[in-house]
């Protein structure tokens, strides 16, 4: 081959290899990838910002996917992680990585206050039974200490569940009996409270006896010598005895009150022997008290018992 011949060959095949370079494009190029917030707390969210040029496509890992080229996505990882954005053309690829930094939660406080307990009170449902109340300021377990003194012998199960109001139920008590008692809380860190003492007392054993009460007056009148007379507040009527049974003898109480206060009392006792529905007259007096403004009356059999009265 003639010498200028071969030289043109080669110019030429430099000229096909410097075309090939020129027209062959640039790999994408990822200006930014960064987050509006590189840390974070647990819970918080922060965004991831991008801007990419010369892409074909541009992919973010941990679940986000394909995205534009130019793009934010609000994130809220529980984690620290770190997030990589992949950008691709028929040059090749380009990738960048951003670290969000996740701070733990704090721990808690640990609870040290123990629950504070209010509104103690005491009931007697029957003569052998009570039920207790009080109130939390935050939940806690129920349970009460109690005794005949304030030594508190005995001890209700533990109620476990976590209430602000408490009920508690007293059993196998000795009726007309003076107990102490106190309440007693544990909230949910095991912090405990006791109240102070209390006290509550069982009421009397109920007589087996039943009286129906057919008719019953008070007033005021006037008796003895005309020349010595007094005033005297009275109570009369007539009750049947409703029982099963004989009463054995009973006393009959006629109270004075002056609205809520018991001014004073008298007690008249009927040894005899009242059968099975037979009727009985009953008529108490005492000396006068303008204070008194209503009077009642109450049976109790020879044991003291209270008889229960049926009032039609």
Known sequence: ?????WGAAEGLALLAVCLLIGCRPAPPLILTFDAALAQIDTGESTTLRWVVK???????????????????????????IAYT????NT?????????I????????????????ITNVSASSETEMSAVV?????????????????????????????LVTSHIVGLESLEPSTVYHFRAKSTDQAGNEALSGDYTFATTAPKSPYVL?????????????????????????????????????????????????????????VYPSLILQGYHFDFDIHTADDPAVDNVTIEFTDSLGREISLIVE
């Open 1 to 5: 081959m003639p010498r200028w011949l």
């Open 54 to 80: 010369g892409v074909d496509s541009v992919h973010i890992d941990q679940g986000i996917g394909k995205a534009a080229a130019v793009g934010n996505r609000e994130v809220s990882p529980a984690t620290t």
């Open 85 to 88: 954005l992949t950008a691709a």
């Open 91 to 99: 040059a090749g690829t380009a990738s960048k990585s951003v670290v």
């Open 101 to 116: 930094v996740v701070n733990p939660a704090p721990l808690p406080t640990p609870d040290s206050t123990a629950p504070v």
């Open 133 to 161: 109340n009080w109130s939390t300021d935050e939940p806690a377990s129920s349970q009460v200490e109690y005794g005949r003194t304030v030594d508190y012998a005995s001890i209700t199960a533990l109620d476990e569940q």
């Open 212 to 268: 129906e009460l057919l008719s019953s007056e008070w007033g005021r009148r006037v008796e003895g010598h005309p020349m010595f007379e007094t005033s005297v507040l009275f109570v009369r009527g007539t009750v049947r005895n409703a029982s099963h049974a004989t009463v054995k003898g009973m006393a009959c109480t006629m109270q004075c009150w002056s609205g809520d206060t018991l001014v004073k009392s008298e007690v008249d």
